[in-house]
């Protein structure tokens, strides 16, 4: 076997004559696998260790021919009698290989003159793969081969992920000598070992391993784990394997949850040793003017979500809270009432949304409430997007700056260099999914005073499920609006085959001609040829013509409008404030208006490719109906492929829509069918995914991990440093945002 490679586990230095114009060593440049390894991020040694084997091969034994079974996976050895091209319709290279007991066809459509040269008559060579019977005997189609000789493995043969560029048996090689050099002492004292559910010998190694190590009770150690991952005897049940449920891989995901919980647990420490401005509520201030002057009246669940925060901005350490509720619970109004105790305490707040629309919307609704209070404070509330014309963005820029702005509303623009604000204390960022981390920072940054942190909220209308909330969001408080508030009618969805089409533009005009309003959203903008998809612009001209004679209710002709992404933005506001005073009919649009548009007198919804979009998106479509008294319907119009039917995902989000209007039951099955790394989305960016733990199966070591992570950080800070470095290394910092 040939050295393993030394260059992704630290480039040696180069020879004292390979020296660069400074005198000093020269890099040695890498070769192609070194580089693809590196791709893959496997720098340290303990990255090469915790690569694990996506499956294995058994070539621990050979199979005779004599004795195989139809449809085997099996090894077989033996002497080439015949190797020839055929050229009878596709060329492929044919080879026989007699074992003495039987003889075999290797049948290979891809092949190079290697494989002619390692296959000529008269060599005698193992192949591995699945032998197929028939009227011809036995064949093997595309098998693994290699030289006969040798001994066999005495464990079953690791298959790595990998990429180009990258072959397998280099792979093993690193992995090894991964493996020999890391550093696997452990990192998890005895008593949380004890406590960790399912780790121990006699939960599932082999009598005979338990046995020489003489410990059949002991847990496992990281170091056996690996070792037994990488190189599992081939007496073990492959099932236990790959569906991670052996004692080894609970080893690992364990130690997985634990660092996770770990790197949580010292992002939260970390922040309550930070300070933020306290912002006590006044009584008789501007919250309680707010209050007074709102033309509704608060739910039980948006007075409990506005006692958290403000208990939060009293004190002087910075609030870190995700405040998640359903489409349209009243997250805005919340966030209002948080920001008038910012400013009734002398300081500036940012509201931060993802779109303009999104953000224009905001814009209105404080303007509305909170201007009249804050005129006999001389204060404003601003507006700052990227689409501004200089003269409006200078003036603003300027308020800004001097402390006139007391609430700063918009999009990205709000954390450019060139805003500066004089008191920034309470950061507000809507949908945060939508943001990466560095956005986040970038606006954390803003804060002018020295020493002092602001205070951020962050507002999703993506519920986020229970194991997600105590794993990836273990960091956050978290405060949930779990009411809507009253007078909102439920929305009937149902689904329908684009067959149908044509019913559906006849109720559609009904609907229109009784004074109500429809969305229809299409997911492309322009005609593809890769998805056959009617476009926003084929749809505006279809429902135009179908809505041709009929007259609203002053005797004006219907208006059908068109709303896409690629549209200046003074022509999607003035789409938009024609559809929201009710001049329009319908709106056609492509998922500009996803979220926190608010028409409340829009009673239809028809989502079109419904099939094509995402569950969370397809909930927050439909939440834009049903903001008012009248009778609501989304229609999810979705279009089969040539048999007939749609993928198994989309059918099981079809299904959940049309199950429920609970927008916590539809994050749960959200994350059922996507799993969190796309779940989670913008909240990852540059963060570590879990690899090997499933938040589905795994609760009980979740459980176990955040239990334990306090108190390794309090007992034993030193290993807890070790293992957060093993696994995490630097992506533990994102944490921090």
């Known amino acids: ?65 004599a004795d195989a079974r139809e449809g085997e996976t099996a090894q077989i050895e033996g002497v080439v009698t015949a190797c020839e091209l055929s050229h009878g319709g596709r060329r492929q290279l044919l080879v026989t290989l007699n074992d003495g007991s039987d ?8 092949f190079y003159p290697s494989h002619q040269k390692a296959l000529a008559v ?107 991952l990488h190189q599992p005897r081939p007496d073990v049940p492959l099932a236990a394997l790959e569906y991670r449920s052996h004692p080894a891989w609970q080893r690992l995901k364990a130690e997985e949850l634990l660092a996770q919980q770990l790197s949580q647990h010292r992002a939260k420490q970390e922040r309550a040793g930070l300070r933020a401005p306290a912002l006590p509520t006044r009584p008789g201030g501007l919250h309680e003017q707010l209050l007074a002057v709102l033309p509704f009246q608060l739910t039980a669940a948006q007075r409990r979500v506005g006692d958290d925060i403000a208990q939060d901005l009293a004190r002087p350490v910075p609030m870190h809270r995700l405040l998640q509720g359903d489409v349209g619970s009243g997250k805005t109004v919340v966030a ?43 204060k404003t509330v601003a507006w700052l997007t990227g689409s501004q014309k200089k003269k409006e963005r200078t003036a603003m820029l300027a308020q800004i700056a001097s ?84 007078g909102r009618t439920p929305i009937v969805t149902k689904v329908l085959a684009d067959s149908r ?38 749809t505006h001209a279809e429902l135009s013509a179908a809505m041709a004679g009929l007259t609203g209710a002053d005797g004006s002709p219907i208006l059908v409008g068109l709303l896409h992404s690629r549209m200046p933005p003074s022509e999607k506001k003035a789409v938009m404030a024609l559809f929201s005073a009710g001049a329009m009919g319908v709106l056609v649009s492509t998922t500009v208006i996803e979220v926190g548009v608010d028409v409340p007198n829009a009673s239809l919804m028809v989502i079109e490719h ?43 989000r079809l299904r959940a829509m049309a199950e429920t209007n609970d927008g916590f039951e539809i994050a749960r099955r959200d994350l059922d069918i996507r799993g969190p790394g796309e779940f989670l989305g913008a909240r990852q960016s540059g963060a570590p995914l879990l690899r090997f733990a499933d938040l589905a199966t795994d609760t009980h070591l979740l459980d176990w991990a955040r239990a334990w992570a306090p108190r390794l950080w309090a007992e034993h800070p030193a290993l807890a440093e070790r293992h957060v470095e093993r696994w995490l290394g630097a992506k533990s910092d994102y944490l921090k945002a």
């Open 610 to 652: 419904a099939e094509r979009f995402g569950l969370s998106q397809l909930h927050q479509l439909r939440g834009r109906v049903g903001r008012g008294t009248a009778a609501s319907v989304c229609m999810l119009l979705y279009s089969p492929n040539e048999n007939g039917r749609v993928s198994d995902t989309a059918r099981e």
């Open 103 to 110: 003889t075999c066809t290797l049948r290979f459509f891809t």
């Open 336 to 378: 209002a009432l948080a920001a008038t105790v910012a400013i009734d305490a002398g300081w500036q707040c940012a509201l931060m949304a993802p779109t303009e629309i999104l953000a224009e919307q905001h814009f209105g609704k404080l303007v509305g409430w909170l201007t009249p209070l804050l005129a006999p404070l001389g």
């Open 1 to 65: 076997m040939s050295q393993p490679p030394s260059v992704p586990l630290d480039t040696p230095a180069a020879p004292a004559a390979a020296r660069n114009s400074r005198g000093t060593a020269a890099a040695k440049p890498l070769s192609a696998p070194q580089k693809a390894l590196r791709k893959l991020g496997l720098v340290r040694p303990i990255d090469l260790a915790l690569h694990l084997p996506l499956r294995y091969e058994d070539e621990t034994r050979i199979t005779r021919l």
């Open 122 to 228: 008269g060599a005698r060579v193992r192949a591995r793969g699945e032998l197929r019977g028939g009227f011809l005997g036995w064949t093997m189609m595309h098998p693994s081969f290699h030289a006969a000789g040798g001994e066999l493995p005495q464990a079953l043969t690791p298959v790595y992920p990998t990429s180009a560029g990258l072959p397998q048996a280099y792979l093993r090689r690193a992995v090894l000598a991964g493996l020999n050099r890391a550093d696997l002492s452990d990192t998890v004292p005895a008593p949380a070992l004890a406590e960790c559910p399912g780790l121990s010998w006699r939960d599932g190694a082999p009598p005979s391993a338990a046995a020489a190590l003489g410990a059949p009770e002991r847990p496992w150690s990281l170091r056996d784990a690996l070792r037994f």
């Open 501 to 538: 089409r044509d019913e559906l533009i006849q109720r559609l005009r009904r609907q229109v001609a009784e004074g109500r309003q429809v969305y229809w959203v299409c997911p492309l903008i322009e005609e593809s040829e890769a998805l056959d998809l009617s476009n926003a612009t084929a």
């Open 403 to 486: 402390g006139e702005a007391a609430l700063v509303v918009g999009t990205h623009a709000v954390i450019q260099e060139q805003v500066r604000f004089q008191r920034l204390a309470l950061a507000l960022i809507d949908e945060q999914h939508r943001f990466g981390v560095a956005q986040r920072l970038a606006l954390r940054e803003k804060m002018q005073d020295a020493g002092l942190e602001p205070h951020l909220l962050m507002m999703s209308a993506t519920p986020i499920p229970r194991t997600l909330a105590m794993s990836y969001y273990a960091d956050l408080d978290v405060s949930t609006i779990d009411e809507l508030p009253p």
